[in-house]
Every structure is written in structure tokens, then in C-alpha cells.
């Protein structure tokens, strides 16, 4: 397979683990990476591997060497650089949430269309073996039939000034780390007769910050009569990303679904289940790289994308925060 050709948007520190980890160990090429600040954008390259500095953003979409972008630039500039890449006719891999608002999603999605380029939100859990282990038991019927799904997304609060807690940035526990609790339940949809819809959220807003939401409780309806429930609180004294299934012959847990790089354990009834720890990102990297090159079908397609921002419009709606603005 002819090796991806990656630049890259901002040295933001998840950058090392989303997308330079798995470029080194999947044999795809780090070609540029362009920041702010080019100073920062010079150590990261030296550090990590990176072929050459890009002068700015946009110099970086316009190298013609460059075919992937991966945009890991904070919340509210998603949608902006996404659509800026689109237009430059280079493929993306965004970090999640995909843009600032289901609005924004569309733009996007339709540009992608148009261009003929595809833009893959970074829900890279959802390659990993933990997750697909998880729907073997659905499909195997060991689980039988789904009645409930439960995840807690639970991390410590960063820092007063991470952008992450600003509004004009599109911060909030829910778009941080609750949209892989809404994606891991959609993605429940072919088990439970449809894709869930909203009953009712509630947030709390994190002291001055107005608009930013500290946590955001969801209930979620199937069509086929399960429920679902989703946690989030970007201030808890714990780190903890876990998923439970209940059907009415069984249960099943990951332990950590977003990172079971770190924890790898599915607990199925009274057995303890290691699906591996090979990191997901690997996995998400892999898959991309096979659907561009060999035609591979991806595992999410635009309208996966522009539902899960729609569900994360209609929690903020109905806990009564104000839509995250676009940049």
C-alpha cells in the first residue's frame, strides 16, 4: 500500500498519540506540520519525525505532497479547517467533535461530497477490538436482546484557561468527551430497531464560564423499547470511560472503551475477556489508510457524522445551554 502522505494542523499534544504513534507504527509519512507559533511547530517535527515545518495553515493545504490533513486544532476551529482542507482537495482525519454544530457538520459533509474527498471524524474506539467485540456478543446472541445501555465519561478538570472551557472555542464536557458516549450509542442502532432519540438532558455550567457545560446527563430511547443513558463530567475526581450492556440474557462492560489501550478488559458475565491493547489509533489509521488506497468500506459514513452533531445540538437544546458557535 502506498504509505498515506499526513500533514498536520497545530502541534497540539494529542497529536503525539492520535495520529504520530500510529503514522510510525502503520508506515504512513509524517510530511508537515504547520502551528501558530513555528517554533513550537519546529520542536514537534524534530521530536517526533516530521519531515519539514509548513510557514502557516494554509501553506501546509497547499503542498501538493500532502493528500491527508489530520486537524486536532481545538473544538470551535474543527469545522473551520476541515472545510479549509476540503477546499484545497486534501483528505482529513478530524479530531472529534467533526465541527462546532450540526450546521457546520452539513457544510462540511456536503463540500467533502463535492470535492470528492472524504473527512473521517477521529472516533477511533470504534476500530478497536474492545468495540467490536462488544457487537460480536449482539450479533452472537449471547447478550440476547438489548433492553439498556449505560457510559460514564469521567475525567479531572483541566486547566482554568485549556480551551476546553471556552465557550467561543466550543468547549464543554460534552463536546470533549460525552460525544463518545453519544457515538457508542448510536452506533447501538442495528441491535436496538433504529437510532435512539432524545428524551431529556440536564448540565451544570462550570463556574465562570458561562455557557460551558461542567457535566451533561442524556436518556436516549430506541425504537425497539431499550434505553439508553449517557454521563459525562469534565471535572471528576476520576478518570473513567466505561460502556455496559444489559440484554435479557446477559451483560457485558468495557472497562475503558475510549482508550482500551490502557485497559483492555470486557467483563462478560463472570469472565474477564482481553481483547488486546494494541492502541486504537493504529487501528483508526489502518482503516483509513485501506479505504483510501484499496477502496475498503469506511465504518462511518457523512450521515453517521451530521446525526451524532445533531444529538449533540438537541442535549444542549433540552438541558438549555446555547448551540456551541462556529469560529
Not at 476540503?86 to 457544510?107: I, M, Y
Request: aromatic fraction near 6%.
Amino acid at each position: 500500500m502506498e504509505p498515506l502522505r499526513i500533514g498536520i494542523l497545530g502541534a497540539a499534544r494529542i497529536a503525539a498519540t492520535a495520529i504520530v504513534a500510529p503514522a510510525h507504527d502503520t508506515g504512513h509519512r509524517l510530511v508537515a506540520i504547520a502551528a501558530r507559533d513555528r517554533g513550537r511547530a519546529e520542536a514537534f517535527a524534530a521530536q517526533h519525525g516530521v519531515e519539514r515545518v509548513a510557514a502557516s495553515y494554509a501553506d501546509l493545504l497547499a503542498d501538493d505532497e500532502i493528500d491527508v490533513v489530520y486537524n486536532p486544532l481545538p473544538n470551535g476551529l474543527h469545522g473551520r479547517w476541515n472545510l479549509a482542507a476540503v477546499r484545497a482537495g486534501k483528505h482529513v482525519l478530524t479530531e472529534k467533535p467533526f465541527a462546532a454544530n450540526a450546521a457546520e457538520a452539513r457544510e462540511v459533509t456536503a463540500a467533502a461530497a463535492a470535492a470528492g474527498v472524504r473527512v473521517v471524524e477521529a472516533f477511533h474506539y470504534h476500530y478497536h477490538p474492545v468495540l467490536l467485540r462488544l457487537h460480536e456478543l449482539l450479533d452472537s446472541g449471547e447478550l440476547g436482546e438489548l433492553r439498556s445501555a449505560k457510559a460514564e465519561l469521567l475525567i479531572p478538570a483541566p486547566a482554568e484557561t485549556d480551551p476546553r472551557w471556552s465557550f467561543d472555542l466550543a468547549g464543554g464536557a460534552l463536546m470533549d468527551v460525552g460525544c463518545y458516549g453519544l457515538h457508542a450509542v448510536r452506533g447501538l442502532a442495528p441491535w436496538a430497531g433504529g437510532a435512539p432519540v432524545l428524551e431529556s438532558a440536564s448540565g451544570t455550567v462550570r463556574a465562570g464560564h458561562p455557557g460551558v457545560d461542567e457535566t451533561m446527563d442524556a436518556r436516549l430511547t430506541f425504537p425497539g423499547g431499550a434505553t439508553a443513558t449517557m454521563r459525562c463530567d469534565m471535572a471528576a475526581a476520576e478518570v473513567r470511560f466505561a460502556l455496559r450492556l444489559t440484554g435479557t440474557r446477559g451483560e457485558a462492560t468495557a472497562v475503558n472503551f475510549v482508550r482500551p489501550d490502557t485497559d483492555d478488559r470486557l467483563l462478560v458475565g463472570d469472565r474477564v475477556e482481553h481483547p488486546g491493547r494494541r492502541p486504537s489509533y493504529s487501528y483508526q489509521l489502518a482503516a483509513f489508510a485501506a479505504h483510501l488506497r484499496e477502496g475498503a468500506p469506511p465504518r462511518d459514513d457523512p450521515a453517521d457524522t451530521v446525526a451524532t452533531m445533531t444529538l449533540i445540538d438537541d442535549c444542549y437544546r433540552a438541558a438549555g445551554f446555547p448551540l456551541r458557535p462556529r469560529a
